[in-house]
């Protein structure tokens, strides 16, 4: 039997809050909750969910300052909740380390395939390894390194750097990189892919600003090189 999901539920407002751990529960969750950021960061480092859903509008400390504070030192999945789709606030909030995004007001089992659908991008494959250069890619082990050294991806990024990495040279669009990453290509939502490029760039080129391993096609999308 699969474990059950733990999930920590960070949303202030308690007819939003208590709506969404019931529908949780029912989806085979298990699901504690906090009123703000400062209360989910203590709990935070009290207990170990597997991911996290985070509210946008939080009293205090908000929802992008707590997702910060979390990529300081943790990996662990992030799905932000937003009452607006403006581009500014999930630009924003990609940026800070949120692997996905949903727009409130949203039903229990829509959060629950995205949440589903993360949570399977650290799933592990079938015996292989790609190297590029000073980086390689363990897909049995689930790692990267570069030099040696373990790099701290998320589940996103690490499944977007699996799909590359299968198909060297090759380039692959957003909305191909949307259904192999994220499992849904509304074209819209093209800015988790640039978002999660832009921070994996930040872990596993030599010169983020300058890439030369996962290039830019214009007009298309992005490839991964090996160094020249």
């Given amino acids: 039997m699969a474990p059950v999901p733990f999930l920590l539920l960070i949303e202030d407002d308690e007819a939003v809050r208590t709506a969404l751990e019931m529908g949780l529960t029912r989806q085979g969750h298990r699901v504690v909750t906090a009123a703000s950021g400062e209360d989910g960061l203590r709990m935070l480092r009290e207990q170990r969910p597997d991911l996290i859903v985070l509210d946008v509008m939080l009293p205090g400390i908000d929802g992008f300052e707590v997702c910060r504070r979390i990529r300081r030192t943790d990996q662990l999945p992030i799905i932000l909740l937003t009452a607006r789709s403006d581009d500014i606030d999930v630009v924003v909030g990609l940026e800070s380390g949120a692997d996905d995004y949903v727009v409130k007001p949203v039903q229990g089992r829509v959060l629950d395939a995205r949440i589903r659908a993360v949570m399977r991008r650290g799933e592990r494959e079938a015996s292989d390894s790609a190297t590029f250069g000073a980086l390689v890619v363990d897909r049995s082990a689930m790692t990267v390194t570069k030099n040696g050294r373990d790099l701290q991806l998320t ?44 921070r994996l760039r930040a872990k596993v080129e030599d010169v983020p600003s300058s890439p030369t391993l996962i290039r830019t096609v214009r007009g298309v999308g992005y490839r991964l090189d090996p160094p020249t």
């Avoid at 090759?170 to 939502?189: F, I, M, N, P």
């Fill in 155 to 198: 589940p996103t990024e690490l499944r977007l750097l699996l799909e590359l990495s299968r198909r060297p040279g090759q380039a692959l669009s957003r909305q191909q990189l949307l259904r192999l990453v994220w499992e849904h290509d509304y074209l819209g939502d093209s800015r988790l892919v640039d978002a999660c490029v832009q």
